[in-house]
Every structure is written in structure tokens, then in C-alpha cells.
Nanobody, 132 residues
């Protein structure tokens, strides 16, 4: 079972940027499609962005909440997946979770996943707090 470690969260002012990282402890992310989700206080966890195992395909939540501001990328050399968060808003305040789904290299390498139920393993989350 892969252990996921998120980092990069913290306190930021509105308009600033943060970059979250997701890495595997004792394993590798190269076998997995990866997604980022977030859960704000009093709200359900929601999809933010995802990347396929191959890194070729990415997707992000639709709507104005994240559009154009939160982007996902994977660095295979560093075996890390990032969530770049720009132009932060107070409503971005949440715990951010990294999740992975093991996929078959020959069948689904270019597929990314947007639903919580599609992911097998989750990190503990990293808190992002944006002040106005």
C-alpha cells in the first residue's frame, strides 16, 4: 500500500501563490493516476485537479472556483505531483488531499479520474489557509 505525503500548505495572503506537493513514501507515484481534492470547513470534499499516470492528460474542476488558477503537473524525474495554486482566494481555504489510483499502463495510462470513489489511497492532507 502506497503512503502519500502532501506538503507545501500553509498560510498565505489573498493573491499569493502556493505549490503543493504529493510524493509517495516507500513507493513510487509512477504506477498511479493522481488527483487533488480539497475539503473546506463545513463542506464536502471536492475534486480540484487530476493527472493521468502518463502525465499526458490533466483535468481540473469546472467552474470559476479553480479555473485557470489551480493546475496540476507531475514531475516523473522527481516522482512528485504538484498542485500550483495562483491568485489565491479566501475560499481556497481547505485541507488539500492527494489521492492515487493504480492504473494499467497499457489500458488507462492516459486517463485521469475526477471522483473520490475512483481513488484507492489517500494522503493525510495539508492545510491551506488564505487570508483576505
Amino acid at each position: 500500500q502506497v503512503q502519500l505525503v502532501e506538503s507545501g500548505g500553509g498560510l498565505a495572503q489573498a493573491g499569493a501563490s502556493l505549490r503543493l506537493s504529493c510524493a509517495a513514501s516507500g513507493g513510487t507515484l509512477r504506477l498511479y493516476a493522481v488527483g487533488w481534492f480539497r475539503q473546506a470547513p463545513g463542506k464536502e470534499r471536492e475534486f480540484v485537479a487530476a493527472v493521468s499516470r502518463s502525465g499526458v492528460s490533466t483535468g481540473a474542476a469546472s467552474g470559476d472556483s479553480v479555473k485557470g488558477r489551480l493546475t496540476i503537473a507531475r514531475d516523473s524525474d522527481k516522482d512528485t505531483v504538484y498542485l500550483q495554486m495562483n491568485s489565491l482566494k479566501p475560499e481556497d481555504t481547505a485541507v488539500y488531499y492527494c489521492a492515487v489510483r493504480q492504473v494499467n499502463l497499457f489500458l488507462n495510462a492516459n486517463t485521469y479520474y475526477t471522483r473520490e470513489s475512483e481513488y484507492q489511497y489517500w494522503g493525510q492532507g495539508t492545510q491551506v489557509t488564505v487570508s483576505s
